[in-house]
């Protein structure tokens, strides 16, 4: 079954403490992005990956960082979280990268993380 | 930059009833447009698409025309069902994905 799965599903934290939140597609997309929403914000993208080892910026990407090792995962970091990181993440894959129509984008189930 | 500007919620209705979710867009060049689905508890799913001026996308009864006279792609349907509550994103691609800020929809028996 195609799927993007994140983990863990919900983490509750303290400020400062380093996490990892795991994405991982069985797709062999190219494409991986992660967003955060927030509400009246809809979902804001933080990174995105256009293929192993290439990464770049989205709209909010302070206070995260990524990797792209290797082609199926796209582990989100974040190295001192900030109450402001409260939030609920989703880890999206695409095929060909969102530069050709008609390309549809994969969810994972979310992560709802609480940084106190 | 591209955006997309959607109808504040929440929208309540009764079962069978008419629903219109308004979704407007501003981009540069010729996006494709999606709406996407998130039931509680999971993540998003493509509801319907549709990647030129006047196409028409649809699933499950919901339906929405890609009209660039006026950067629209508001979704319908015609007869709501309990099932359908849910949150409603309207995105466009272009160079990249943006979406909405979503529209909660809450169909009541």
């Known amino acids: 079954e195609a799927q993007v799965t994140q983990n863990p599903r919900y983490l509750i934290t303290v400020t400062g403490k380093k996490l990892t939140v795991t994405c991982s597609q069985n797709m062999n997309h190219e494409y991986m992005s992660w967003y955060r929403q927030d509400p009246g914000l809809g979902l804001r993208q933080i990174y995105y990956s256009m293929n192993v080892e290439v990464t770049d910026k989205g709209d909010v990407p302070e206070g995260y960082k990524v990797s792209r090792k290797e082609k199926r995962n796209f582990p989100l970091i974040l190295e001192s979280p900030s109450p402001n990181q409260t939030s609920l993440y989703f880890c999206?894959?695409?095929?060909?990268?969102?530069?050709?129509?008609?390309?549809?984008?994969?969810f994972g189930q979310g992560t709802r993380l609480t940084v106190v | 930059g591209d955006s997309v500007t959607q109808m504040e919620g929440p929208v309540t209705l009764s079962e069978e009833a008419f629903l219109t979710i308004n979704c407007t867009y501003t981009?540069?060049?010729?996006?494709?447009l999606f709406w996407y689905v998130q039931y509680p508890g999971e993540g998003l799913q493509l509801l319907l698409k549709?990647?030129?001026?006047?196409d028409k996308g649809s699933n499950k009864g919901f339906e929405a025309t890609y009209r660039k006279e006026t950067t629209s792609f508001h979704l319908e349907k015609g007869s709501v069902q309990v099932s359908d509550s849910a949150v409603y994103f309207c995105a466009l691609l272009n160079n990249d994905m943006r979406f909405g800020a979503g529209t909660r929809l809450t169909v009541k028996p």
């Open positions: 549709a990647t030129k001026a006047d």
């Open positions: 999206a894959s695409s095929s060909r990268g969102f530069a050709f129509m008609n390309t549809e984008a994969f």
């Open positions: 981009a540069t060049g010729y996006p494709s």
